[in-house]
């Protein structure tokens, strides 16, 4: 289990650092690598690296939820501003100063 408990918080922190907008698989080994962890420690198995992790897998699982809130916070965003047209705005100011210059 401790192993196993390792291997998801590795998981969960490369998902995070690298694909944040799949954070909600990346949270989900997080947390399972966190059970594995808590379990291999109560057996005495390996205790170092159960330790290893439950840490891996604590920072991954942290990693990913603020990443994929930042995410979906920028998507809205994005959303609101095309809605809105401040989009379309920006970017014909943009050609306007392009095509100026």
């Keep these: 289990m401790a ?5 998801l918080g590795i998981v969960s922190l490369v998902i995070g650092a690298v694909f944040p907008y799949l954070g909600i698989y ?13 379990l291999a420690k ?11 992790g439950l840490v891996c897998s604590i920072i991954g699982l942290v990693l990913c939820v603020v990443l994929y809130i930042a995410c979906a916070a920028a998507a ?8 809105s ?3 379309q705005e ?11 210059g």
């Design 90 to 100: 920006a970017l014909s100011q943009l050609e306007t100063a392009a095509s100026a």
């Design 85 to 87: 047209g401040e989009l």
């Design 76 to 83: 809205a965003a994005v959303q609101g501003a095309i809605e």
């Design 3 to 7: 192993v196993a408990s390792l291997v």
């Design 42 to 52: 109560k057996k005495g198995e390996k205790k170092g690296m159960a330790t290893a």
């Design 26 to 38: 990346g949270a989900i080994a997080g947390v399972v690598g966190i059970v594995l962890a808590v």
